[in-house]
């Protein structure tokens, strides 16, 4: 029985003929690579009986090369690959921009003074319920009811 280094000094050719004939000219390694598997597993399964090996290890080779290419394509089609116009937008999207403290006051006209820090505190200054209360020397629980008071009264302005 023959080398598999052998076969495989033999049958390079035929690998890269094939991934010429199908037009592949990104990833040629990996798919090689295909090719390569693909010829090992047809030296394995090759029946003498049913033929000549080269036939098979042929076809076995090409088909296996286009199922990979397949799968390939595939991903690309799902894959979106954005234009240079997206990126230079993209710098752009990342800027954050707060309230602005004058019109986030004006939706607190009807609050309490309470409601009106938890509203700026929250909104403007991004603090967390733990952060406000910790500043403000109170506990967690009347912070939230600075919140739950502050959404019922701004409710019921939009209504």
């Known amino acids: ?10 049958f390079t050719p035929m690998i890269y003929h094939v991934i010429h004939s199908l ?8 798919f090689f690579q295909t090719g ?15 033929g000549k090996f080269s036939t098979y290890a042929y076809s076995y080779i090409k ?23 997206f990126w230079e937008m993209a710098g752009d999207a990342d800027v954050d921009v707060p309230f602005e403290l004058a ?6 006209v009807n609050l309490t003074e309470r409601q009106r820090m938890w ?6 200054f991004g603090m967390t319920t733990r ?12 912070v939230k009811k600075w919140r739950v ?3 019922e009264r701004i409710r019921g302005i939009w209504k």
């Open 36 to 50: 390569m598997i693909a010829l090992w597993e047809a030296k394995q399964r090759f029946d003498p009986d049913k």
């Open 23 to 30: 037009n592949i000219y990104k990833n040629i390694d990996e």
């Open 1 to 10: 029985m023959e080398k598999f280094e052998d076969v495989v000094e033999q």
């Open 63 to 85: 088909g296996r090369i286009m199922t990979e290419l397949s799968k390939h394509r595939k991903a690309e089609e799902v894959s979106v690959y954005p234009d240079e116009e």
């Open 131 to 142: 952060e406000i209360a910790e500043h403000e020397g109170v506990t967690v629980s009347a």
């Open 103 to 108: 019109t986030l006051l004006s939706y607190c």
């Open 149 to 151: 008071g502050a959404m």
């Open 119 to 124: 509203v700026v505190y929250s909104f403007y």
